[in-house]
C-alpha cells in the first residue's frame, strides 16, 4: 500500500498539462524476481520515476518502452527475460533467471480507464479486494490493459461489460483463496492477472513514551496508518510524534469504545504501566486485531494473562496465537531504535504468514510460490478473516 501512496501522491504533484506519464505493473513472473506480481513504478516523459518494478535493472529499459506507449496512447505488455546470464539484451548481466511480464499503460487523466483512478479506489479499501488486468488479449472486444475491480462490498467495476463476464467467477475464487495469480483462458487468448488487494495495516499503540516514536516512525516508512494512544495527555506531545496519523488522549476503560480494530489491525502495549495495560489488554484481548505485541519482559506479560483470569476471561488457544510477548524478533536490540525495527519486522512477518527467520534457511524461493504454474505472488493470510471460513 506504500507504494500506491507514493505513486498517487507524486501523480498529484505533476502539472499534466506539461507532462505525460505513463504506469507499469508487473504482472507475471516465472522463475526469480527482484519484485513480485502487482510491483508498480509511475514513469513521466522528462525520465522522472518512483515506484519500481525491478532492483532497478529494468527501470531504464521500461522507461523507453514508456515513451512509445504514451505517444501511441495504448497499453502494451513487455517481457523481459533474465533467465540466460549471457543473453545480454539490456546491456548488463542480470542473473535473476526469471521471466518477467511488465503492464505498460497510459495514463490520461481526462479517461475513465485513467490507472490512477483504479490506485484512488485501492486506497479507499478497508478489507480485501480484487483487481483483474488483462495484460495479454487476442479478442476484439477486450483489450490489453482493460481493468475489473471486485471491492470489499462485492461490487464489480468495469467499463467493459464483456470483461466482466469473463472474470466475474474468477475474482471470487482470487477473492477466497488469497491468493494472486496469473490465468490463460479461452485457449491462451487471454491473459488476466488477479491481485489481492488489501488495506495497509492499522498500527494502534498503547503507551507514548520515548521508544514509541521510532516505533512509529518506522511503521510510517511502511506505509501503514499509525495510531498514538495514552491516557496521559503529556506523554502525547505532538512534536514526539510528528508521523503519527493521530494521538488519541483515552481513559483505559474506554478503549474498546474509542477505537475501531479490525483484521487489519496491530495492537502494540508499550506504555510501562502495568495497571494501564491490563485494562487495555482486558479490552482488546477479543477484538479482531491478529497480532497484540506487549513490551516487556516475559514474566511482566505472564501477570496480565494472570490478571485476565482472575477476570474470568477465558483466553482460547486460537486468541493465545495472536499474543506475542516478549514483543518482537530476536535480533539482539537494545536501544529503542533497535526494539523499533524487531517490533516492525516481527508485525510484518505476521502479516505475512512468515516466520521471521534467516532467508538462507529458507528452503523454496524467497517469494512465495505456486508449484503448479511456476508464478510468484504474495499470499497474506488472516486466520478468521472472512466469517464463515473454517480453519484448518
Not at 485476565?308 to 537494545?334: F, V
Request: hydrophobic share 35%; with cysteine.
Amino acid at each position: 500500500m506504500k507504494e500506491f501512496k507514493t505513486i498517487l501522491d507524486t501523480y498529484r504533484e505533476v502539472d499534466l498539462s506539461t507532462r505525460k506519464a505513463a504506469l507499469a505493473t508487473v504482472v507475471q513472473v516465472k522463475g526469480s524476481s527482484y519484485r513480485s506480481p502487482g510491483a508498480r513504478m509511475l514513469m513521466l516523459d522528462n525520465g522522472r520515476w518512483v515506484g519500481s518494478i525491478s532492483g532497478g535493472c529494468l527501470e531504464g529499459d521500461a522507461l523507453r518502452k514508456a515513451r512509445k506507449v504514451i505517444l501511441s496512447n495504448t497499453a502494451q505488455t513487455v517481457t523481459y527475460d533474465t533467465s540466460n546470464d549471457e543473453d545480454n539484451q539490456l546491456g548488463i548481466g542480470l542473473g535473476c533467471n526469471g521471466i518477467i511480464d511488465i503492464l505498460i499503460e497510459p495514463i490520461n487523466p481526462n479517461e475513465e480507464t485513467n490507472p490512477i483512478k483504479h490506485i484512488e479506489t485501492f486506497l479507499g479499501f478497508k478489507n480485501y479486494g480484487v483487481v483483474a488486468s488483462v495484460f495479454e488479449s487476442k479478442h476484439d472486444n477486450i483489450h490489453v490493459g482493460d481493468k475489473c475491480i471486485l471491492t470489499p462490498d462485492g461490487r464489480l467495476l468495469s467499463s467493459n461489460a464483456f470483461l466482466k463476464n469473463k472474470v466475474a467467477d474468477q475474482m471470487d475464487s482470487t477473492l477466497e483463496s488469497h491468493k494472486s495469480e496469473t490465468i490463460f483462458c479461452n485457449e491462451n487468448s487471454l491473459g488476466v492477472f488477479y491481485e489481492i488487494i488489501q488495506p495497509a495495516i492499522d498500527l494502534l499503540i498503547f503507551g507514548g513514551g520515548f521508544d514509541a516514536k521510532p516505533v512509529t516512525e518506522l511503521a510510517k516508512v511502511l506505509g501503514w496508518n499509525v495510531t498514538v494512544s495514552d491516557e496521559c495527555v503529556a506523554h502525547l506531545i505532538p512534536v514526539n510524534f510528528p508521523k503519527a496519523d493521530n494521538m488519541v488522549s483515552c481513559q483505559r476503560e474506554y478503549v474498546s469504545q474509542e477505537f475501531d480494530v479490525s483484521p487489519f489491525t496491530a495492537i502494540v502495549l508499550m506504555s510501562h504501566n502495568l495497571n494501564y495495560d491490563k485494562e487495555v489488554l482486558k479490552q482488546v484481548i477479543q477484538s479482531d486485531a491478529p497480532y497484540i505485541g506487549i513490551l516487556g519482559p516475559k514474566k511482566r506479560a505472564d501477570k496480565l494473562l494472570q490478571h485476565l483470569q482472575d477476570c474470568n476471561i477465558n483466553i482460547a488457544p486460537e486468541t493465545k496465537q495472536k499474543l506475542h510477548y516478549p514483543i518482537g524478533l530476536d535480533i539482539g536490540a537494545e536501544t529503542p531504535d533497535e526494539i523499533a525495527v524487531s517490533i516492525i519486522a516481527e508485525i510484518q512477518a505476521k502479516f505475512n504468514n512468515r516466520n521471521g527467520g534467516f532467508l538462507k534457511y529458507r528452503k523454496g524461493p524467497i517469494h512465495h510460490k505456486d508449484g503448479a504454474d511456476d508464478q510468484v505472488f504474495k499470499q497474506v493470510y488472516l486466520k478468521n478473516f472472512f466469517p464463515n471460513e473454517k480453519s484448518n
